[in-house]
């Protein structure tokens, strides 16, 4: 049993600044990458940012500069610093983490609830 938790979403206006953050708690040998992704009204869920366990980021196009994704391992929790919001980065932000749950067993993908992040003035 393994529980992602994120918070941190609200509105605000453009040019604005929101973090987010997301806390795995429940049976946890060890995490791999985390990540956080988001979906828009009639999108697909993409990927905006991810963080392996060393600490190397990956960013889509759209948020390189603009947001910075970290995590801390000790308490297994993910966060994403976005800044100079725009309205085409609302969405419902989800949290991702790939999760062994015991030693002999391989990494599975968990998910939050789901935060909502709107921009608009």
């Known amino acids: 049993q393994v529980q992602l938790v994120e918070s941190g979403g609200g509105l605000v206006q453009p040019e604005g600044s929101l973090r987010l953050s997301c806390v795995a708690s429940?049976?946890?040998?060890?995490?791999?990458?985390m990540g956080w992704y988001r979906q828009a009204p009639g999108e697909q869920r993409e990927l905006v940012a991810s963080i392996t366990r060393g600490g190397s980021t990956n960013y889509a196009d759209s948020v390189k500069v603009r947001f910075t994704i970290s995590r801390d391992n000790a308490k297994n929790t993910v966060s994403l610093q976005m800044n100079s919001l725009k309205p085409e980065d609302t969405a419902v932000y989800y949290c991702n983490a790939d999760i062994r749950t015991a030693a002999w067993r391989p990494g599975a993908d968990y998910w939050g609830q789901g935060t909502q992040v709107t921009v608009s003035s």
């Open positions: 429940g049976t946890i040998f060890r995490i791999n990458d």
